[in-house]
Structures are given as structure tokens and as C-alpha cells.
């Protein structure tokens, strides 16, 4: 039973490409959130997503920073126009449900390096 | 906003003796407290949690203690064992809520 799945580990971007982070929730997990995480810093939530449903949005970026979780294949969490200061450790996580008391299953991460 | 703290961002302990990571939280709705660890180039995983009914939980080597009123929890580890040497993060939710907030981790080593 595959964990969660993010892709790619790396990813470098010159400033004002576009970045693409790919995530697959573990098999029977319909709820999604992104995390990202700064130098010397926790994770700060970003976004929860569930099928084709943004359900809670309240720490992205209000500018450049996108997240879906299609029907069919996996959440993408997409920075237009990176910045210096998007480098981090972007990482996923899934769940069965959500209630708040639900552990999360985290995956690898992406590194995301803007140059 | 830094709702969850923990103050010490590194902890070194000997094979063998007690691990000691303290976090301490300010927001009075938490009611359920996790515990994450994280080793280099991986993701975050689920270590122990507690609800906020409880003011412990023991699971193997791994206990974690509540004080609400203190807005505080710890989580002890013993014996210390050098693969328990990763960051470790204290995680908190309130119940029905989507959003769970991290501390910034510390770092334990455990030296042989």
C-alpha cells in the first residue's frame, strides 16, 4: 500500500517560471492539504482540498499560489511567477477524513529552489 | 502567528537516558496534540497524539503529557536510543477545525 506520493523531490526554477508540485494521497484517502515549510521554520498549512473541492484556502498566498485536487489524477499545488523567497520544502499530506482530530500521513516533499 | 512554540530548536541526550521535548501552545480551542517526527530528506510521521480529556499517553518508549492549564505538553522518550536522533514536531488541532499547526520542530541527537 503506497504512502503518499509527491513529485518531483527537486525542482529548480529560475524567478518568474511556473512550478508545478504533484501529490497522490494514499489508496482510500479523499482529503488533501499542503504544508510548506521555511528554513529554520514549522509547517505552515496552506490549503485543504478534497476531490474537486477547495474546502479551506486560508494560508495560501492570496497571488501566484494555486491548488486542485481533480476527479481524476493527482492534487497539484502550482506558484506562478516564483520568487526567491518560494524556495522551501513544499510537503503533502492525506487523509481519510478530516474532524481535526485525524493524524495525517505526510509525503516526501518537494524541494523547490528558485534561482 | 506563532501558535505553537517550541523553544528549543536543538536536544542532545546520551543512549540510554531520557529525551525531554517541551511545546507549549496559545490557543485555549486546541483539544487534541500530535506528535510528528522527521528524518532528513523524508516527510513528517505520526509519532503519538493526545486529546485534551487526557493528560497522558503512554506508547512504548514514547509518553506525551498535557498541562492545560500550562498550555504545555512534552513528550519523553526512554530510553533514548540514537535512532531516535530527528526532528521532532509538536502538531495541534481543534477538533472539527482543517487547519493543524506545527511548531518549528527540534532537533534531537542521541550520541552512543
Known amino acids: 500500500n503506497a504512502g503518499v506520493m509527491q513529485n518531483p523531490r527537486h525542482l529548480v526554477r529560475r524567478r518568474g517560471q511556473e512550478a508545478r508540485l504533484r501529490c497522490s494521497p494514499m489508496k482510500g484517502h479523499s482529503h488533501v492539504y499542503w504544508y510548506r515549510q521555511l528554513p529554520e521554520e514549522g509547517l505552515k498549512f496552506m490549503v485543504y482540498?478534497?476531490?474537486?473541492?477547495?474546502?479551506?484556502e486560508s494560508g495560501m498566498p492570496k497571488e501566484r499560489f494555486s491548488a486542485e485536487f481533480p476527479k481524476e489524477g493527482p492534487s497539484i499545488l502550482r506558484i506562478q511567477q516564483v520568487v526567491r523567497g518560494d524556495s522551501a520544502a513544499y510537503f503533502c499530506?492525506?487523509?481519510?477524513?478530516?474532524?481535526?482530530?485525524?493524524?495525517?500521513?505526510f509525503g516526501s516533499g518537494t524541494q523547490l529552489s528558485v534561482l | 502567528d506563532q501558535q505553537v512554540k517550541q523553544n528549543s530548536p536543538s536536544l542532545s541526550v546520551q543512549e540510554g537516558r531520557i529525551s525531554i521535548l517541551n511545546c507549549d501552545y496559545t490557543?485555549?480551542?486546541?483539544?487534541?496534540f500530535l506528535w510528528y517526527k522527521k528524518y532528513p530528506a523524508e516527510g513528517p510521521t505520526f509519532l503519538i497524539s493526545?486529546?485534551?480529556?487526557?493528560d497522558k499517553n503512554e506508547d512504548g518508549r514514547f509518553t506525551v503529557f498535557l498541562n492545560k492549564s500550562a498550555k504545555h505538553l512534552s513528550l519523553h522518550i526512554v530510553p533514548s536510543q540514537p535512532g531516535d536522533s530527528a526532528v521532532y514536531f509538536c502538531?495541534?488541532?481543534?477538533?472539527?477545525?482543517?487547519?493543524?499547526?506545527f511548531g518549528a520542530g527540534t532537533r534531537l541527537t542521541v550520541k552512543p
Open positions: 499530506a492525506s487523509s481519510p477524513r478530516t474532524g481535526g482530530n485525524e493524524k495525517l500521513f
Open positions: 493526545i486529546s485534551s480529556i487526557k
Open positions: 490557543n485555549s480551542m486546541f483539544d487534541y
Open positions: 502538531a495541534a488541532s481543534v477538533v472539527g477545525d482543517n487547519d493543524m499547526r
Open positions: 482540498l478534497q476531490k474537486e473541492n477547495i474546502i479551506d
